[in-house]
């Protein structure tokens, strides 16, 4: 089965970085586009940034370009989210997920989420 694992969230404080991993299994992770996804407290799901199957192409929210960089190594089934120059308001919980490369582009399969607090 599809299982979709988040590690690496943590408290960061303003300005400084964190580095998401995503270790996928249950399907052929080289073949789908990923995502990452966030919720804040009291808000809802925000798509934060999405990546072709052979990471040719990147695509980010408004809100995290330049500061964000989404990649992946197929070897390892992997997926990253570089995270730096970190806000406050980046504070939420992230999801990875199978597909979604835009906003607009469907999810099928979610993981449990890894917490990011940016706070000083």
């Known amino acids: 089965q599809v299982q979709l694992v988040e590690s690496g969230g943590g408290l960061a404080q303003p300005g400084g970085s964190l580095r998401l991993s995503c270790a996928a299994s249950?399907?052929?992770?080289?073949?789908?586009?990923m995502s990452w996804a966030r919720q804040a407290p009291g808000k809802g799901l925000e798509w934060v940034s999405g990546?072709?199957?052979?990471?040719?192409?990147?695509y980010y929210a408004d809100s995290v370009k330049g500061r964000f960089t989404i990649s992946r190594d197929n070897a390892k089934n992997t997926l990253y989210l570089q995270m730096n120059s970190l806000k406050p308001e980046d504070t939420a919980l992230y999801y990875c997920?199978?597909?979604?490369?835009?906003?607009?582009?469907?999810?099928?399969?979610w993981g449990q989420g890894t917490q990011v607090t940016v706070s000083s």
């Open positions: 990546i072709l199957s052979d990471g040719s192409n990147t």
């Open positions: 997920a199978k597909g979604g490369l835009t906003a607009t582009h469907d999810r099928d399969y």
């Open positions: 249950g399907f052929t992770f080289s073949i789908y586009a």
